[in-house]
Structure formats: C-alpha cells, structure tokens
C-alpha cells in the first residue's frame, strides 16, 4: 500500500489552500485526490468576477482565481490524481479510491483532509404535484450547461429560490439573450449575497418577489408555463394569489448542502445545522488526525474565507503528525442561541488554540441594529454593533488565547445576537 | 442636500453605502469598509460601470469554450452591446488566462481578456 502523510480529498480552492499551507508548514509528503479532471472545483463553473478581493486584493473570476492557487500548488511540486475519486475511508485512515488506470487501491494516511465541497439541495422546495416535464434544472447544472458546454437551456426562464447561484444565473442568462422573468423567494429575505441583487437583479429590471413559491407547472414534454402565488408567515400558498407566468424553463436555486457521504461513512459526529462535521479549534473532527474545511465543513459565500479556512487546515494537520498528543484536554464549548444558528469550530481546546481564532457563524433570520454578543460563562466580554444581518451572509467574531486565559475555568462561550 | 444608498458591490461584503450630493457633485461617503467603496459610490451616481464576464467559442481545444471579461469596466448601458459582440466570436486553442481575445469590445476602447484555459486537442 502506498502511504503520504497527508492525503487531502477534493482538488478544489479548499484542497489546494490547505496542500499549500501543509507544504509550506514543513511537510512534503501530500497527495491530493479529485475526482474532477482538473483541479479548481466548483470555481472553474462560476467564470462571473467578485473572488479573491480579499486575499489578492484584484477582483478575479472563478477560475483566474482557482488558476492562481493551482499554480501555486504545482510550483510546490505537490502530487496530485485527476479522475480519481475517493469510495471510503477507515478510521486508521486508509483512503480507498478509484481510477481507470489503477483500479480500486488504497492509500494510507498519518492526516487526511477533507475538502469536498458541496452540493445543490435536491428538489425539497418543489412539491408540485403532476408531470415533471423537461426544461426543469438546478441552477448549478444549468451553470455548467451554460459556462462550460456552451449550451442556453431555454429562452423564457423562472427562476425558484434565491441563492447566490439562482441570481448569477438569472444575470448569466439574460446576457446569453435568455428572458428572465423573475426569481422567487419562499421566504421574505433572500438567500443571497446583497451585491448579487444589485448586479444580477436590479442591473437587468428582474423582479425578486418575496414570499412567493411555484405551486403548479404546466407542460406534460416541456415546461409551458407555472404558477406562482404569494405564502403566508407559515409559508402556505395564499388562495387568490395565483398567477400564471409562461415561460419554458424553470431553475431551481435550493441552497447547498456539504458532501457528507465520506464523512458519514467514517462514523464522524455531524452538526445538524451545518450537516457537515462537528470541529474543534484545529478544524479536526471526531475522528483525531482527520481534519475538515470549505464547503464540506460548512457551506460558504466568499472563496476567500474559504482559503483561509484551508490554510489553518493544512497548518494543524502538519501539526499533529509532528507535535505530541496530550490525551485529555480540558474543551470550552461553543454554545450558539438567540438567532445564531451554529459556530464553526464547536469546541475549543485552550492548549491547542492559536494566538488569534475565527469563529464563523451564520444567523437564522435578518436582524436590524443588533450586537453581536460574546458571552465567557455568565459575563458578556465582547459586542459588536452590526446595521443588519441575514441568513445569507457568514458572520464571524475574534477570539483572543490571551483574553480567554483570563477565565481559568472557562466552560463555554455564549455567541447570541441582542437588540442594540 | 440629496442622499442616496447604495449596496457596495466592490466586493461580496456589499457594504450598504450614503452618498450625500450637492447637485451633481459628491460631498460624502459613508458606511463604506474600505476605499473601494468610496470610489465605486462616485462613480456609481455619476457613471456607472461594469465588468462583463461572458464565455466565448473555442476550436480546436480540449472544451468548447472559454470563459472571458472585459479587462476593465464598461458603462453599465452596453453590457447587451459587449453581449451581442461575443456572440459569433470563435477563438483558435490553445487560450492561456490573460490572453486578449478581442480588442475595442463594442467601441468601448476595453479588450476581451480571456479568464480560463483551452489546451489544443
Ligand atoms: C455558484 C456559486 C457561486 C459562488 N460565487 C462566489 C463569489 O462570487 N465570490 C466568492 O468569493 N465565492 C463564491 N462562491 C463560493 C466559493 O466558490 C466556494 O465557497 C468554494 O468554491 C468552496 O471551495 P471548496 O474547495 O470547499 O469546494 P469545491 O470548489 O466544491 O471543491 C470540492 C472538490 O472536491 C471534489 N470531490 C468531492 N468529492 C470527492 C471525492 N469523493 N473524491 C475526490 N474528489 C472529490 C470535487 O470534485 C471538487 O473539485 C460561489 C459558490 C458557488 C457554488
Ligand atoms: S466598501 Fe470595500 S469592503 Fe465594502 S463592499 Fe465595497 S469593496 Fe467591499
């Protein structure tokens, strides 16, 4: 059996971030495994701009950006697979994956990183009874229809869900000549990024009707048309407000969720919300030396944050094939409430925490002039005045070791959202 | 004294930004992160500007098409024009990202800048 020290999975930003950190942090034996045929992952399907502000300080596209750390992780010499996708893997690590040149074989790994993304929801927001005709999409694959094939799936569009993908797409084919005649959104916010509404929506007149959802199709071969009609607080459609929009496509822009199969199949306790693993200061899971970020761990809005993420991946992953385990450390846990949904990590290990941490959040519903609040046990150590959060943008707070060594016997750390 | 709010899209943050006018000129900019979000306010109130990222044909290569935009901004008013001049443009592989696939996009004096690779088949 072959052995590296660290097989990372998934060739995407956070795989290659994280290969690049471990390299850089001192260990040479990596392996990245993807299933794709080429590195770069969802990236080289979002060809729009807005990646990379952040870490390069230039607005890229999606695969100017994932270029710049492909080049990066082939100028450091560190082996990757193409068309090789992983079936399993053991808790002592042995990677199990498949290629037409060599078959199934396995891989033993001292740490292993996982970084494999997301996936679109399956069709949950679409409950409509009767046919299901052709010219119904998710708004990812008609992305990769339209970005990579080179092929406009329909001319008179309606799109369901707003998503970061659904509005990128509704801009992506008006452009193409496509006539997009609105985007609906089940709840009264939308789901996607502000500036994302401004360029794809409002730039082209598209309209964005809140509260509203598809209750029927129409079309037994192609879609004809649907019908939309407004819900109420319990999102139920509201009788009499049916309206019936002809058109021939319909996209589905459901949200994502992380690609869990591999983490499920290891046995690593999972977060409910996030439905991606449960992490500790070090973005390790439950199963020790195995290690999880990107859209795999939770599902992200900016690629940067996405690196970055990776990045202290790599680095702690170096970490613990060098350092020395303790056994039991003593955890501080993260309690989210009030409007925060979950924290990203779940616990904390003061030992094992870097000068500086970043807790990322997201919050359950959009909230005006509040406080982010930090709580140490009882005792509020930190607020953060915020003009609005929404579901649809990641929230963070900074913790400091320093400051955390001020509470000898620190149990948990309370994240809430209060009115200001 | 005019206000106006405006949502960044410097970046994802989208920075909810005030501009304040005096006629037509620029007093104030608030609520912005960084500078970009000063000059995107200026400019988005007096002549706003996008970048147009589109995809274009490729023969020859190992895929049928590469992504492109527009190296710098347009007026947001001919970003069908930029579109409609896309359409019937077919670019020979191999395409390296950065390549320069058209000039002068729609009399807009910005090029067509190629943003992913096509390798020859
Ligand atoms: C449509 C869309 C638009 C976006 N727009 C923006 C934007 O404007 N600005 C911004 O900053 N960010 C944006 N993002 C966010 C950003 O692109 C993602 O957060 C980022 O790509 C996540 O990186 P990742 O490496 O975690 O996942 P991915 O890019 O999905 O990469 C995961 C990789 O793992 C591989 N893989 C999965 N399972 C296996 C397996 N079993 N074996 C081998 N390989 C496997 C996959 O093939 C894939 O290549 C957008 C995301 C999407 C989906
Ligand atoms: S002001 Fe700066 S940080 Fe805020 S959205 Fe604009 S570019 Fe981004």
Excluded: W
């Amino acid at each position: 059996m072959k052995s590296y020290d660290i097989v990372i999975v998934g060739g995407g930003p956070a795989g290659l971030a994280a290969a690049a950190s471990a390299k850089e942090n001192g260990i040479d034996s990596i392996l990245i495994l993807e299933r794709d045929r080429e590195l770069g992952g969802i990236l080289n399907q979002c060809i729009h701009n807005g990646f990379g502000l952040h870490t390069f300080k230039e607005e890229l596209t999606g695969p100017e950006y994932a270029g710049r750390f492909i080049e990066k992780v082939e100028d450091l010499g560190i082996e990757y697979m193409l068309n090789t996708m992983v079936m399993d893997i053991s808790t002592d690590k042995v990677v199990t994956a498949m290629n037409r040149e060599e078959g199934l074989f396995e891989i033993q790994a001292k740490a292993i990183i996982l970084a494999m993304g997301c996936r679109e929801r399956p069709r949950g927001a679409l409950n409509t009874p009767g046919y299901r005709p052709a010219g119904i999409f998710s708004a990812g694959t008609a992305q990769r229809l339209v970005n990579m094939e080179g092929y406009l799936p329909g001319r008179e569009v309606v799109i369901l869900g707003s998503g970061d993908i659904g509005l990128i797409m509704a801009r992506r084919m008006t452009i193409e000549g496509a006539k997009v005649k609105l985007v609906a959104e089940l709840m009264p916010y939308s789901g996607g990024l502000k500036r994302n509404i401004v360029q794809c929506l409002d730039d082209f007149n598209i309209p964005l009707k809140l509260s509203h959802t598809v209750v029927d199709i129409d079309g037994k071969d192609r879609v004809k048309g649907i019908t939309l009609a407004q819900v109420d607080e319990r999102n139920k459609p509201i009788p009499g407000t049916e309206e019936y929009i002809p058109c021939d496509t319909l996209l589905l822009s459901c949200g994502l969720i992380p690609e869990n199969e591999l983490s499920r199949g290891l046995g690593i306790d999972m977060e409910a919300v996030t439905n991606g693993p449960i992490v500790n200061e070090s973005l390790e899971t439950s199963a020790e030396g195995v290690f999880a970020c990107g859209n795999v761990l939770h599902v992200h809005d900016l690629v940067d944050f996405v690196s970055e993420e990776a990045a202290m991946a790599g680095k702690n992953a170096v970490r613990y094939i060098k350092e020395a385990r303790n056994e039991e450390v003593a955890r501080i846990d993260m309690v989210p409430t009030d409007g925060v949904r979950y924290t990203v990590p779940k616990y904390i290990r003061l030992e094992k925490m870097e000068d500086t941490l970043t807790v990322r959040f997201r919050v359950g519903g959009v909230y005006k002039n509040c406080y982010i609040s930090t709580y140490f046990d009882g005792e509020r150590v930190m607020k953060r005045k915020r003009p609005v959060v929404a579901p649809g943008e990641m929230e963070e707070i900074k913790l400091s070791k320093a400051k955390l060594a001020e509470y000898p016997n620190l149990k948990t750390i309370t994240v809430k959202i209060e009115e200001a | 004294m005019e206000k106006r709010e405006l949502i960044c899209i410097g970046c994802p943050l989208g920075c909810m930004l005030t501009v304040e006018l005096e006629g037509a000129e620029v007093v104030n900019v608030t609520g912005n992160t960084c500078p970009r979000g000063k000059t995107y306010a200026e400019k988005e109130v007096t002549n706003p500007t996008r970048i147009v990222t589109s995809s274009v044909k490729v023969s020859g290569g190992d895929r049928v098409s590469v992504a492109c935009k527009t190296k710098n901004d347009i007026p947001k008013g001919k970003i069908f024009d930029v579109a409609r001049a896309l359409k019937d443009v077919v670019v020979e592989a191999p395409v390296c990202i950065g390549d320069v696939l058209l000039e002068n996009v729609a009399d807009t004096g910005v090029e067509i800048v190629a943003t992913s690779t096509a390798k020859r088949k």
